[in-house]
């Protein structure tokens, strides 16, 4: 056993190589057993500047080393009870070996090179099947797509060994060939949770397994400094090199003082791994759609995270400014940033165009341009706008991380480079909703040292052990959580011994007050339905009574279904300011809209086959919007009849959703008979010129009807009312067309056009008597035109997240559009809303009306009932008829103040009719506390503070 002064005399070193720079720390423990601290010492820094030459950009790997044993002999000098050194840096990124020489200087990961290397893989390996293999989120430059590309070079064929970037200056310091087995993770060469290299897969690859050296795991003692090196840079002799986390990202994970299962991570510096320690990978197709990895961690566990481009995008607009002669100082550009207004627009922070070299401000003002927004005017507006998009992009990689998982995140763990910048800290904090622990910023460095002290016995534990170290050694500044409830008050024991109410027998009689028995329910149908509350619950029910293709159609969006989880976040991150004591007794809900009267600011969306799910569809949505006094929209590719719906609401408001198709003359006959049928207003659409990717219904081979085959006739094993229902009423189709055969994308292909203009709406207006409303629109820029074409209303829509995704978001673009064009045209906003709160919300940041459209179709159960209104849960109140409650809650809705999610001011347009409440922000704002000592913690928005 070492003792107190023995571990107190002795230290370790960390080589810490980043993107950008190096550097040495040397990590000295003090304490006894369970109370040990850890104490940094920075002995050494140096820069890390890649050099172009004219086949590519490569890493000057021989400057790295030669001043990372400078800083070693530096640091052994200065501490004589240095024992040992760990080598920690990005990732994927290697140097070739013949005879044990480096056969040039290794290729930087972000060189062009690297896509042609993808093509060869995938035509050997495809990517869902590489992810199955190696768990890893496909990024262009992992090892295995540079080593195609080195192949095809033939730099490949004169190579022994390869070895990766740590494990390169290991073996240049102690003569020993390995492969630290976190780093190896990420080449996508070894089996996702394995431990050492996938043979067969090498083999498809056409690799020799030769080339890869003995996989160790961390912890592992690589060897001792070799004599001429300690000689040539005056290393103490008798130092050991250590394997680590040597992925720089693993270090810093297992430094991260996360004490909870419900904590997420951010390990932000040139790039953001945002993601969550788990025991097991997470391989799912999902979670490749998604642009998850699963990479090895220390201690057997598996970081399941997302790389976020990182401050790379920061570090880079200084730069391009650099090179165009202005020089920033960024703590006074952070400053400066921090005091622009909160509406400086964002870009996606993960566009594949941002990640080479070069004129980032360019770049940033091309995808802001992209979403109708102006390039930043002034320095600090773009570094308000990087900074903002970079929190949008954590954000989103949390809630993606909780999806995919089933975790709940309730912490985010900052920690690295980024934890330095306050207002990163806290536009993450607001972007997430979440309290956000920033520190420790040298976390690398401390996951590092942490292990070899371990290895070195100078540390007892597990990874909580360590875990522990770091929180004793960076204690947690003051934060914005609530204070800890008061001491333990003696008294109060001695109070509870001496009641002051005597207990009694309880009596019969009264007893007999308290047992009221509900009267049980023998339809299981209807108990299943009085008990759904929401259109989550319909949603749950649907999802257990509805075979997988079917639900999947109604529920799915496109591609990775980013767009509509972004939407339905915008709605959660609300946050109402009520104001009390003002008369809430008569709340009055009616509106008007498009010429007409609505008993409230909603109607049911336009949803197409709708009998896919409830067998009597379009007729029961209609007859429950007459019941509830709104209008009904019905789609060109619904499964009812435009005359049938009529007389399902024959005194009620009916409008018709157009869908403008190759066969023009399709869609000019549904015009006249919608207008014959007299349905007051027409839908224009405009964001389906070409079908979207629903890739669940590509998945399920969804057709038009559904097919039977043996995957149907097993799924339908276990939901038998459905198949009865489908094989025992009229033919499922879309009423308005004919049936083609194929999926339903195929259809509409066919029946879409690309073509589709403004001459196509002048036609359209031209036939239509009625109200015109243009659905789909997504830009301020459009919102614009079609107020100059003259329409009479617009409806804000990414079509329910089904078109594109990551598509804007319509609630978000909300207050900008009621501003500039609300007094010439109707705004109407839909996507997302799922209940009576978030329709309060469109209508207090100016929207005209909305639209609900999933909670019609989820409700799969239902039946006519008397006054068409289907039995059991209703649709219409689960959807969001609550909006008199919530108007009760917020006396009045919304008010002049009401805010949007960047903070502008929206318009006094409101809600509802009694006086009252504002929404302050769309965008929830958290809090951060700080555990890094040295730097302030940033209040919570919410407390009102302002910023240090």
């Known amino acids: 056993?070492?003792?107190?002064?023995?571990?107190?005399?002795?230290?370790?070193?960390?080589?810490?190589?980043?993107?950008?720079?190096?550097?040495?720390?040397?990590?000295?423990?003090?304490?006894?057993?369970?109370?040990?601290?850890?104490?940094?010492?920075?002995?050494?820094?140096?820069?890390?500047?890649?050099?172009?030459?004219?086949?590519?950009?490569?890493?000057?790997?021989?400057?790295?080393?030669?001043?990372?044993?400078?800083?070693?002999?530096?640091?052994?000098?200065?501490?004589?009870?240095?024992?040992?050194?760990?080598?920690?840096?990005?990732?994927?990124?290697?140097?070739?070996?013949?005879?044990?020489?480096?056969?040039?200087?290794?290729?930087?990961?972000?060189?062009?090179?690297?896509?042609?290397?993808?093509?060869?893989?995938?035509?050997?390996?495809?990517?869902?099947?590489?992810?199955?293999?190696?768990?890893?989120?496909?990024?262009?430059?992992?090892?295995?797509?540079?080593?195609?590309?080195?192949?095809?070079?033939?730099?490949?064929?004169?190579?022994?060994?390869?070895?990766?970037?740590?494990?390169?200056?290991?073996?240049?310091?102690?003569?020993?060939?390995?492969?630290?087995r976190?780093?190896?993770?990420?080449?996508?060469?070894?089996?996702?949770?394995?431990?050492?290299?996938?043979?067969?897969?090498?083999?498809?690859?056409?690799?020799?397994?030769?080339?890869?050296?003995?996989?160790?795991?961390?912890?592992?003692?690589?060897?001792?400094?070799?004599?001429?090196?300690?000689?040539?840079f005056g290393i103490a002799g008798g130092l050991t090199f250590t394997a680590v986390g040597s992925h720089d990202t693993a270090s810093a994970v297992a430094a991260v003082p996360m004490q909870a299962e419900d904590a997420a991570y951010i390990s932000c510096g040139t790039w953001s791994l945002v993601g969550a320690e788990l025991s097991t990978a997470v391989t799912s197709e999902t979670a490749r759609s998604a642009g998850f990895t699963n990479e090895g961690g220390v201690d057997g566990r598996v970081r399941f995270l997302r790389n976020v481009m990182g401050l790379w995008l920061l570090s880079e607009s200084l730069r391009t400014w650099a090179r165009a002669g202005t020089t920033h100082d960024l703590p006074a550009l952070l400053e400066q940033a921090a005091l622009v207004p909160h509406d400086v627009p964002t870009f996606d922070a993960n566009d594949p165009r941002l990640m080479a070299p070069g004129d980032m401000l360019s770049r940033v003002g091309a995808l802001l341009a992209e979403r109708g927004h102006p390039a930043p005017a002034s320095a600090p507006e773009l570094v308000r706008s990087v900074l903002g998009s970079l929190a949008e992009a954590h954000a989103g990689a949390v809630r993606d991380v909780d999806r995919l998982t089933g975790r709940t995140t309730r912490t985010v763990h900052l920690v690295g480079g980024g934890a330095q910048n306050a207002l990163l800290c806290q536009l993450t904090a607001d972007a997430t909703g979440l309290p956000v622990v920033a520190g420790p910023v040298e976390a690398t460095a401390v996951g590092n040292l942490l292990v070899q002290a371990r290895t070195h016995h100078l540390v007892q534990g597990d990874l909580e052990a360590l875990r522990a170290v770091v929180a004793r050694s960076?204690?947690?500044?003051?934060?914005?959580?609530?204070?800890?409830?008061?001491?333990?008050?003696?008294?109060?024991?001695?109070?509870?011994?001496?009641?002051?109410?005597?207990?009694?027998?309880?009596?019969?009689?009264?007893?007999?007050?308290?047992?009221?028995?509900?009267?049980?329910?023998?339809?299981?149908?209807?108990?299943?339905?009085?008990?759904?509350?929401?259109?989550?619950?319909?949603?749950?029910?649907?999802?257990?009574?509805?075979?997988?293709?079917?639900?999947?159609?109604?529920?799915?969006?496109?591609?990775?279904?980013?767009?509509?989880?972004?939407?339905?976040?915008?709605?959660?991150?609300?946050?109402?300011?009520?104001?009390?004591?003002?008369?809430?007794?008569?709340?009055?809900?009616?509106?008007?809209?498009?010429g007409g009267a609505s008993a409230l600011p909603f109607g049911i969306a336009p949803t197409g086959f709708t009998r896919l799910m409830q067998t009597e569809g379009e007729t029961a949505g209609a007859g429950a919007a007459a019941a509830a006094g709104i209008p009904f929209t019905l789609s060109t590719l619904g499964t009812t009849s435009i005359e049938d719906v009529k007389a399902a609401n024959p005194h009620g408001r009916n409008w018709f959703q157009l869908y403008v198709m190759r066969q023009r003359e399709i869609s000019y006959a549904l015009v006249e008979r919608a207008a014959k049928a007299g349905f007051d207003t027409l839908f224009f659409t405009v964001d389906t010129p070409v079908a979207g990717a629903r890739l669940r219904d590509k998945r399920n081979g969804f057709s038009i009807p559904p097919q039977l085959s043996l995957g149907?006739?097993?799924?339908?094993?276990?939901?038998?009312?459905?198949?009865?229902?489908?094989?025992?009423?009229?033919?499922?189709?879309?009423?308005?067309?004919?049936?083609?055969?194929?999926?339903?994308?195929?259809?509409?292909?066919?029946?879409?056009?690309?073509?589709?203009?403004?001459?196509?709406?002048?036609?359209?207006?031209?036939?239509?008597?009625?109200?015109?409303?243009?659905?789909?629109v997504q830009t301020l820029a459009d919102a614009k035109r079609f107020a100059d074409a003259g329409v009479d209303a617009i409806v804000l829509s990414n079509h329910g997240g089904r078109q594109l995704d990551r598509a804007p978001i319509p609630f978000h673009l909300l207050p900008e559009v009621v501003k500039e064009v609300g007094e010439d045209l109707e705004v109407i906003v839909d996507t997302g809303i799922m209940n009576g709160a978030d329709v309060v919300a469109s209508v207090a940041l100016g929207a005209r009306f909305t639209l609900v459209g999933r909670a019609l179709p989820v409700r799969a159960d239902g039946r006519r009932a008397p006054g068409g209104r289907p039995g059991g849960a209703d649709p219409v109140r689960a959807g969001g008829a609550d909006d008199e409650a919530a108007g009760g809650a917020l006396p009045g809705g919304a008010d002049p103040g009401a805010r949007h999610p960047a903070g502008a001011p929206g318009p006094p347009r409101p809600a509802l009719s009694a006086p009252g409440a504002r929404l302050l922000s769309s965008r929830a704002p958290g809090r951060v506390e700080v555990s890094d000592p040295g730097w302030r913690p940033w209040p919570s928005r919410r407390s009102g503070a302002a910023p240090p």
């Open 1 to 180: 056993m070492t003792s107190t002064t023995d571990r107190a005399a002795r230290s370790v070193a960390a080589i810490d190589l980043g993107a950008t720079s190096g550097r040495v720390i040397t990590g000295a423990l003090d304490g006894g057993h369970g109370q040990e601290r850890l104490h940094l010492r920075h002995v050494a820094r140096f820069d890390n500047t890649p050099v172009r030459l004219p086949d590519g950009l490569h890493w000057d790997v021989l400057s790295l080393y030669s001043a990372a044993m400078r800083g070693l002999g530096a640091a052994s000098r200065e501490e004589p009870g240095l024992v040992g050194a760990a080598v920690d840096s990005w990732a994927v990124d290697y140097g070739l070996l013949g005879s044990g020489r480096l056969l040039g200087n290794p290729y930087h990961y972000r060189d062009e090179r690297n896509h042609a290397g993808v093509t060869d893989v995938h035509a050997l390996v495809g990517p869902e099947e590489l992810y199955r293999r190696n768990g890893l989120q496909h990024l262009p430059f992992n090892t295995l797509f540079q080593l195609a590309a080195s192949r095809a070079s033939g730099e490949l064929g004169l190579a022994e060994r390869l070895l990766l970037i740590p494990d390169l200056l290991g073996y240049w310091a102690t003569g020993r060939q390995v492969a630290e």
């Open 182 to 232: 976190t780093n190896a993770s990420t080449t996508g060469l070894v089996p996702v949770g394995g431990g050492t290299w996938d043979g067969e897969l090498l083999g498809r690859l056409g690799l020799r397994p030769s080339l890869f050296p003995e996989v160790v795991e961390p912890g592992a003692v690589i060897g001792g400094v070799s004599s001429a090196v300690a000689s040539e």
């Open 474 to 594: 960076f204690p947690r500044g003051r934060s914005g959580r609530a204070r800890a409830p008061p001491p333990h008050d003696p008294t109060r024991c001695r109070e509870a011994e001496h009641p002051m109410v005597q207990r009694q027998a309880p009596k019969p009689a009264e007893l007999l007050e308290y047992l009221h028995f509900k009267k049980p329910t023998l339809d299981g149908r209807k108990r299943r339905l009085d008990a759904a509350l929401t259109v989550e619950d319909l949603r749950t029910i649907a999802k257990r009574r509805t075979p997988k293709a079917a639900f999947d159609y109604t529920d799915g969006s496109a591609e990775a279904e980013i767009s509509i989880a972004r939407a339905r976040q915008a709605f959660q991150d609300v946050e109402f300011h009520p104001q009390v004591l003002r008369d809430v007794a008569h709340v009055d809900t009616t509106t008007t809209v498009l």
């Open 712 to 776: 149907t006739v097993l799924d339908a094993s276990t939901r038998p009312w459905w198949w009865y229902d489908f094989l025992t009423t009229p033919k499922l189709e879309f009423a308005s067309l004919s049936a083609t055969g194929g999926t339903v994308g195929d259809l509409l292909d066919m029946a879409m056009d690309p073509t589709i203009s403004f001459d196509d709406l002048q036609v359209i207006r031209s036939m239509w008597p009625g109200k015109l409303a243009v659905k789909g």
